[in-house]
């Protein structure tokens, strides 16, 4: 069993930045791969970035490339989301996910462990 906690959500203006960070208790993270996926009211769940297990590689959803950088630090059990250049069209709750399978994976079905969410709210 893996354990996941997001934190570093919050409210900021459009333009704006915010870290997310997911900790990890149970297992030892560097065996799965890691994603960051959104959920916007009345939304389904989307795909937003993935990093391989050791870090070399990472996925983004168009709507994150360029903007937003996923990162990983085995040592620490923790996954980061840096958000940059924030939009509206962010707002959603954020989740981080721990998978067994693919780092190219983008569907929620695909991953074992998922932690509760954080909110994230751009304002215009």
């Known amino acids: 069993q893996v354990q996941l906690v997001e934190s570093g959500g919050g409210l900021v203006q459009a333009g704006g930045s915010l870290r997310l960070s997911c900790a990890a208790s149970?297992?030892?993270?560097?065996?799965?791969?890691m994603s960051w996926f959104r959920q916007a009211p009345e939304k389904e769940r989307e795909f937003v970035a993935a990093i391989r297990r050791g870090g070399g590689g990472t996925n983004y959803a168009d709507s994150a490339k360029g903007r937003f950088t996923i990162t990983r630090d085995n040592a620490k059990n923790t996954v980061y989301l840096q958000m940059n250049s924030l939009k509206p069209e962010d707002t959603a709750v954020y989740y981080c996910?721990?998978?067994?399978?693919?780092?190219?994976?983008?569907?929620?079905?695909?991953?074992?462990?998922w932690g509760q969410g954080t909110q994230v709210t751009v304002s215009s």
């Open positions: 149970g297992r030892t993270l560097s065996n799965y791969v």
């Open positions: 996910a721990a998978g067994s399978g693919s780092w190219n994976n983008r569907r929620p079905e695909e991953y074992d462990y």
